[in-house]
């Protein structure tokens, strides 16, 4: 898979983020983007190949797998990366607009298009809602999906055509539940800084909408 639109995204964000913001950008870049790509692609890359059962009944091995992993993990933490990216194309389709809008009527509109005020801000925040807020559902879909957060070593499967209970073992546990946790905690960082991030911009907002109205009461 190529990586380079979302990474092409990712800078673009990075130019009209706060300092928060692009701390997110570097997490996701560095411990998620790049995670994927150089390692967990590799770990996963043939699990279903060795994925093993010590029986040989036809079609055992295939039920018990598509069980146990209903979703590959490789492919869900793909589509969760591109997700949790996709609401930053809102800042940059907004600071587009205001470019294109000065553009179009050939004068300065604003003093800096990307500038995070008026209804920048709005769609920022948005923007950083819609990442939480898919963040926290992939964690719990995860969750639901894999009966927690761990890979056993061995699974027991008793799943038709399977003629009895089944001991099956899957490859590189170890290995891979630490790749899980390390990915799931940059996961949680993340939405420890969009919240955080949040909160300083509604706080930022707030303190300035006070000393506006601060000074029309004083004039």
């Not at 003093?111 to 992939?138: A, M, Q, R, V």
Request: with cysteine; proline share 4%.
């Amino acid at each position: 898979m190529s990586w380079a639109f979302l990474r092409d995204l990712l800078s673009g964000v990075n130019k009209y983020s706060t300092g928060i913001g692009r701390i997110w950008v570097a997490v996701v870049f560095l411990f998620r983007l790049l995670l994927y790509v150089a390692a967990a692609e590799n770990i996963w890359k043939h699990e279903h190949d060795e994925f093993e059962c010590n029986i040989k009944q036809p079609g055992c091995e295939n039920v018990c797998f598509d069980h146990f992993f209903p979703v590959s993990h490789i492919r869900f933490w793909t589509l969760q990366l591109i997700m949790v990216s996709t609401p930053s194309l809102l800042v940059v389709f907004h600071v587009a607009y205001r470019e294109n809008r000065e553009k179009h009527h050939n004068q300065k509109l604003y003093k800096n298009p990307g500038k995070i005020d008026g209804g920048l801000l709005c769609t920022y925040l948005i923007s950083l809602i819609l990442k939480t807020g898919l963040e926290i559902f992939f964690l719990v879909l995860f969750y639901k999906l894999y009966n927690g957060f761990k890979i056993p070593r061995l699974v027991k499967c008793d799943i038709k055509p399977c003629p009895n209970t089944v001991d099956c073992y899957i490859s590189k546990p170890t290995e891979k539940m630490i790749f899980l946790y390390f990915l799931v905690a940059t996961s949680c960082l993340c939405i420890v800084l969009n919240l955080s991030e949040l909160s300083y911009l509604m706080f930022k907002y707030s303190i300035k909408c006070y000393l506006k109205r601060h000074m029309k009461k004083q004039q």
